[in-house]
Structure formats: structure tokens, C-alpha cells
Nanobody, 122 residues
Framework: VQLQASGGGLVQPGGSLRLSCAAS????????IGWFRQAPGKEREGISC???????HYADSVKGRFTISKDNANNMVYLEMNNLKPEDTAVYYC?????????????????WGRGTLVTVSS
């Protein structure tokens, strides 16, 4: 399994970014895929995921602002982030796990991609 997150950068508060996660073939139909983030000095936090049947979940901190989507044909997962806030600053990771339970538990994830840094600052 290979995962690679990209699309991070510097954005002003209120701005938008779209993160991408490229997955190796077959991953998206086999695993739940989740987006996590980790700010300096904090634990890795689950923020969004999509199960194999397309069910999506969001953490309260991002609900209404972030949207996860999948392109199974091209093995891509996206995280559209709108109305970004300084507290969204973190390294963002995509990861995969079996099953649809415990979807925001980092320890349940089997594989991770390298993160991409998102900085929200004026």
C-alpha cells in the first residue's frame, strides 16, 4: 500500500485549500481512508474519513468546512478545506484501515502517507 498526500501550503484565514492523497491501485475499494492532522505538540487527530461504501464522517472541528471525496477510478482522495482558521495549521496525513469502526483512532490505521503541511496565517 502506498499513499502520498500533497497540496499543503500557506493560506490566509478564511481561505481554501484542496489536499490530495494518491493511493496505490485497489486501496480505496479495500480500506477506509482517513485524513488526520497533527499540530506541533499535539496528538494526531482524525478529521475526516470515507469508508469503502462511500460513507463519510467528519470531526466536529471541521464539519461544514471540510469535504472529503474519492475518485476510485484514479485512486485519488481529496480533502476540500474552506474557511480555514489558524487552528487548522498542522501536518495533514492520509491513512487507511480495514473496516468502518474506530475511524478516528489513529492506532487503528495500518498505513500512512507522508504528510503535507498546511499553515493558516495572515
Amino acid at each position: 500500500v502506498q499513499l502520498q498526500a500533497s497540496g499543503g501550503g500557506l493560506v490566509q484565514p478564511g481561505g481554501s485549500l484542496r489536499l490530495s492523497c494518491a493511493a496505490s491501485r485497489g486501496v480505496l475499494v479495500t480500506y477506509t481512508i482517513g485524513w488526520f492532522r497533527q499540530a506541533p505538540g499535539k496528538e494526531r487527530e482524525g478529521i475526516s474519513c470515507s469508508t469503502t461504501d462511500g460513507t463519510t464522517h467528519y470531526a466536529d472541528s471541521v464539519k461544514g468546512r471540510f469535504t472529503i471525496s474519492k475518485d476510485n477510478a484514479n485512486n485519488m482522495v481529496y480533502l476540500e478545506m474552506n474557511n480555514l482558521k489558524p487552528e487548522d495549521t498542522a501536518v495533514y496525513y492520509c491513512g487507511v484501515k480495514y473496516g468502518s469502526m474506530r475511524y478516528f483512532v489513529a492506532g487503528a490505521y495500518l498505513y500512512w502517507g507522508r504528510g503535507t503541511l498546511v499553515t493558516v496565517s495572515s
